[in-house]
């Protein structure tokens, strides 16, 4: 590296330094944040968790519903990630580069895609909680929607990088669309489309807390039906079988994903 | 060839035929059998969920128009009745505000962390403690976080960073220390022959070779928190755009004033996630563009 450029990109680091500092500082005005307070506001609530979110040997008797609720919350999640990948293959496979039937069916799966996944998934379950009411199916639809979003996106990524040489030979040879797919496509670009529906598994078993909180289903509700009676025994009984859960989930994935990757 | 299936008798010559005599060439892969079952249960379980599922209080032939009339007003109609322009600006800026706060102290944290986790500048022991500590952090979700902090802190936007904090500097630990892990290790051994100690090899060893693939991480990192502060202020009154927007859903039921918070939330998300796929698509290398 040239003397010059290396004075360049150090100009370039120490602006990048004073803008991040500045943002900060108004951010922290904006939202009336104080740093000491929030400092000193961290050994507190650690303290506080220490003596009060213990397990007590009468809220183990919850464990029951707290678990019937864990499970439906955990098969909102799977259906929630199945499903919505189902169709984000078919919306990747018109999004992709590789193989789009035309320009327009590509843009129409881009643009599902972008929209569904930027309205954040609390929208989606406070829109969808106004006529379906305070049962599964609103959580359930919630979870898809963000998913498809996400999905999408990857499968269209996933398939572009799968790479182009595979599709072009059997062009070649005269296949038809549907083998392409089914030959070259599917087999090149399933491996990681598999593991990016068990990461979306796993997300959504934490983005389902957070829409049961919303609308008032599943572990979501539980949780907040502990904490708004102040129960907090329970609420750290809610918090351990959720955080078992996801550990669980992970550690199965990250097996499958390492035999499969 | 011949010299070899004469030694080898013709049985122990093994070759799996299917029954019509074709020979098997998937057999004994493990990535197929495995892609095959995961796929299998997944779809059972998916089948079995709709069984699990609780009904309570609904009728989709009543909801699914009423929802798509909803989403007519909300998007097709979107308008301001309960604050103003003004004020929903200033909301938005509350929002991302949140967001760059836990972005950028999480990035700070977690910079430190992530040199105690990245296995090549730390001892073993200390780097699978960091390790195991973040995954249980990760476990659980944000939005508990924030909810156990807001009864020790109150609510207001200490007890929403701290909580949004908590799995920013998670996520960002992991990144950080795996960037660090790729580094050369020609550099780091080179550094320690001449006789630096491990701030020297920090500063002038890995931190400039990764310095703006830690930048792009974290900016990748705030997309998402702004995505948290929403929903925080949705779910745990922390206050900005997501709060306005549980109100007027729940509280107003004003499905106007819902699609114009929800455009805006939308234009943001877009905005932001345009520059993260510009970041990707100038300074990742393909193979962890994911």
């Given at each position: 590296m040239k003397e010059k450029t290396i004075r360049k990109s150090r100009w370039m680091t120490t602006i990048a330094f004073i803008i991040i500092i500045g943002v900060t500082y108004f951010s922290a005005v904006i939202t009336d944040f104080n740093f000491i307070e929030g400092a000193l506001t961290f050994p507190a609530a650690i303290s506080w968790i220490a003596s009060n979110l213990w397990i007590t040997a009468?809220?183990?008797?919850r464990l029951p519903a707290i678990l019937t609720k864990l499970n439906e919350t955990i098969f909102m999640s799977i259906a929630a990630t199945t499903l919505a990948a189902v169709i984000s293959l078919f919306l990747g496979l018109m999004g992709s580069q590789t193989t789009k039937v035309n320009n327009i069916f590509s843009v129409i799966a881009r643009f599902i895609a972008s929209f569904s996944r930027n309205i954040p998934v609390v929208a989606w379950s406070l829109i969808l909680l106004i006529s379906?009411?305070?049962?599964?199916l609103t959580g359930f639809l919630a979870l898809f929607v963000g998913t498809l979003g996400f999905l999408t996106r990857a499968f269209i990524e996933t398939i572009d990088e799968a790479g182009h040489s595979a599709v072009e030979a059997l062009q070649a040879t005269g296949a038809t669309y549907s083998h392409i797919v089914s030959k070259a496509v599917l087999p090149q670009s399933l491996p990681q489309m598999l593991s990016w529906i068990l990461f979306m598994i796993e997300t959504n078993i934490r983005s389902a807390t957070l829409v049961g909180i919303l609308t008032g289903t599943g572990i979501g509700y539980t949780f907040d039906m502990y904490y708004k009676s102040l129960n907090y025994n329970a609420v750290a009984l809610v918090t351990f079988t959720i955080v078992i859960t996801v550990i669980i989930i992970e550690l199965i994935s990250n097996r499958i994903r390492k035999v499969i990757l | 060839m011949e010299a070899f299936r004469e030694k080898i008798p013709l049985e122990q010559l093994y070759i799996k035929r299917a029954k019509?005599?074709?020979?098997?060439?998937?057999?004994?892969n493990k990535i197929d059998l495995v892609t095959k079952w995961t796929i299998a249960v997944l779809t059972l379980l998916t089948v079995l969920a709709f069984f699990f599922f609780?009904?309570?209080?609904?009728s989709l032939e009543r909801a699914i128009p009423e929802t798509w009339h909803n989403l007519k007003t909300m998007f097709l109609e979107p308008s301001l009745s309960h604050f103003s322009w003004g004020e929903a600006m200033y909301q938005i800026g509350v929002t991302v505000g949140l967001g760059v706060l836990a972005t950028v102290i999480g990035a700070v944290i977690a910079l430190f962390l992530s040199f105690m986790a990245a296995e090549n500048l730390s001892k073993p022991w200390v780097s699978k403690t960091v390790r195991m500590v973040m995954a249980f952090i990760r476990a659980v979700p944000t939005v508990l976080w924030v909810l156990i902090f807001a009864i020790a802190a109150g609510l207001g936007s200490e007890a929403a960073v701290l909580g949004m904090l908590f799995h920013s500097i998670a996520y960002l630990v992991k990144a950080f220390s795996e960037a660090f892990e790729e580094v050369d290790n020609g550099i780091l051994e080179a550094m320690r022959a001449t006789g630096s100690n491990w701030w020297h090899i920090v500063t002038h060893g890995v931190l400039p070779s990764t310095f703006t693939y830690l930048l792009s991480w974290t900016f990748l990192r705030f997309e998402i928190n702004f995505g948290v502060a929403v929903a925080m202020g949705a779910a745990?009154?922390?206050?900005g755009i997501g709060f306005e927007l549980f109100m007027a859903s729940?509280?107003?039921?004003d499905l106007r004033e819902v699609g114009f918070i929800t455009y805006a939330i939308l234009i943001i998300a877009i905005v932001l996630e345009m520059a993260s796929t510009r970041l990707k698509n100038r300074y990742f290398p393909a193979s962890v563009r994911n």
């Amino acid at each position: 590296m040239k003397e010059k450029t290396i004075r360049k990109s150090r100009w370039m680091t120490t602006i990048a330094f004073i803008i991040i500092i500045g943002v900060t500082y108004f951010s922290a005005v904006i939202t009336d944040f104080n740093f000491i307070e929030g400092a000193l506001t961290f050994p507190a609530a650690i303290s506080w968790i220490a003596s009060n979110l213990w397990i007590t040997a009468e809220t183990w008797e919850r464990l029951p519903a707290i678990l019937t609720k864990l499970n439906e919350t955990i098969f909102m999640s799977i259906a929630a990630t199945t499903l919505a990948a189902v169709i984000s293959l078919f919306l990747g496979l018109m999004g992709s580069q590789t193989t789009k039937v035309n320009n327009i069916f590509s843009v129409i799966a881009r643009f599902i895609a972008s929209f569904s996944r930027n309205i954040p998934v609390v929208a989606w379950s406070l829109i969808l909680l106004i006529s379906f009411g305070q049962n599964s199916l609103t959580g359930f639809l919630a979870l898809f929607v963000g998913t498809l979003g996400f999905l999408t996106r990857a499968f269209i990524e996933t398939i572009d990088e799968a790479g182009h040489s595979a599709v072009e030979a059997l062009q070649a040879t005269g296949a038809t669309y549907s083998h392409i797919v089914s030959k070259a496509v599917l087999p090149q670009s399933l491996p990681q489309m598999l593991s990016w529906i068990l990461f979306m598994i796993e997300t959504n078993i934490r983005s389902a807390t957070l829409v049961g909180i919303l609308t008032g289903t599943g572990i979501g509700y539980t949780f907040d039906m502990y904490y708004k009676s102040l129960n907090y025994n329970a609420v750290a009984l809610v918090t351990f079988t959720i955080v078992i859960t996801v550990i669980i989930i992970e550690l199965i994935s990250n097996r499958i994903r390492k035999v499969i990757l | 060839m011949e010299a070899f299936r004469e030694k080898i008798p013709l049985e122990q010559l093994y070759i799996k035929r299917a029954k019509n005599g074709k020979i098997n060439i998937k057999s004994g892969n493990k990535i197929d059998l495995v892609t095959k079952w995961t796929i299998a249960v997944l779809t059972l379980l998916t089948v079995l969920a709709f069984f699990f599922f609780d009904y309570t209080g609904l009728s989709l032939e009543r909801a699914i128009p009423e929802t798509w009339h909803n989403l007519k007003t909300m998007f097709l109609e979107p308008s301001l009745s309960h604050f103003s322009w003004g004020e929903a600006m200033y909301q938005i800026g509350v929002t991302v505000g949140l967001g760059v706060l836990a972005t950028v102290i999480g990035a700070v944290i977690a910079l430190f962390l992530s040199f105690m986790a990245a296995e090549n500048l730390s001892k073993p022991w200390v780097s699978k403690t960091v390790r195991m500590v973040m995954a249980f952090i990760r476990a659980v979700p944000t939005v508990l976080w924030v909810l156990i902090f807001a009864i020790a802190a109150g609510l207001g936007s200490e007890a929403a960073v701290l909580g949004m904090l908590f799995h920013s500097i998670a996520y960002l630990v992991k990144a950080f220390s795996e960037a660090f892990e790729e580094v050369d290790n020609g550099i780091l051994e080179a550094m320690r022959a001449t006789g630096s100690n491990w701030w020297h090899i920090v500063t002038h060893g890995v931190l400039p070779s990764t310095f703006t693939y830690l930048l792009s991480w974290t900016f990748l990192r705030f997309e998402i928190n702004f995505g948290v502060a929403v929903a925080m202020g949705a779910a745990a009154g922390a206050g900005g755009i997501g709060f306005e927007l549980f109100m007027a859903s729940g509280f107003y039921f004003d499905l106007r004033e819902v699609g114009f918070i929800t455009y805006a939330i939308l234009i943001i998300a877009i905005v932001l996630e345009m520059a993260s796929t510009r970041l990707k698509n100038r300074y990742f290398p393909a193979s962890v563009r994911n």
